[in-house]
């Protein structure tokens, strides 16, 4: 089982391109959340969803869009990438978003905007 | 707004010395609080929660946390850490919404 990938690794990104990072999940959980991770400032909460086909936006949403056409898949895209955008990405799972759930992690994408 | 607050940025210890880390939290209503873990090069995971019932929780590796409502505090502790110890860690409660909120994590260097 691998739980939760993220597509790439890594990547290094001109200012004003567009980029996708995927995630991936094959735990058949019904809620999808993505983060950044900055130092100092800890996990911020981008997008989520619920549920396939429903998206809703976290803390920090702006230059930043989500879909979610089927329950594996939640792709997250920066329509035009700024330098702030750098940080690292994490998206995450549960079975729902009852608050008892238990949030499982990807590894993780590191992006760099120049 | 909602805040998790965690005391330290990074913590160096010793092997066998006791730990803990602290987390507060700004919320007056009912809460889940959460640690996670992420070791070195490893995903973030789950250390321990508290949703009700008793305030000494236990989690994986020998960790524990205590709730203390009065206090707003759920500070996280080991009594002798170990050299695999070393990881970042980080409080987070959830919001009314589900939504998590996230402390600033505590990096944690323990010297074998």
Redesign the interface.
Known sequence: IA??TQAPTSQILAAGRRMTLRCTQDMRHNAMYW?RQDL??????IH?SNTAGTTGK??VPDGYSVSRANTDDFPLTLASAVPSQTSVY?C?SSPG????N???????TRLTVL | AQS?S?HN?HVILSEAASLELGCNYSYGGTV?L?WYVQYPGQ????LL?Y?SGDPLVKGIKGFEAEFIKSKFSFNLRKPSVQWSDTAEY?C?V?RSN???I????TKLIIKP
């Open positions: 739980g939760i983060y100092g400032l800890g996990l911020r909460l989520y976290g803390e994490f995450a978003i009852r608050d008892s238990e949030q499982f992690f990807g590894p993780g | 998790v965690q940025h889940n959460f995903h973030l995971q789950l929660k949703f980080f987070a959830i589900y939504q998590l996230w402390g600033a994590g």
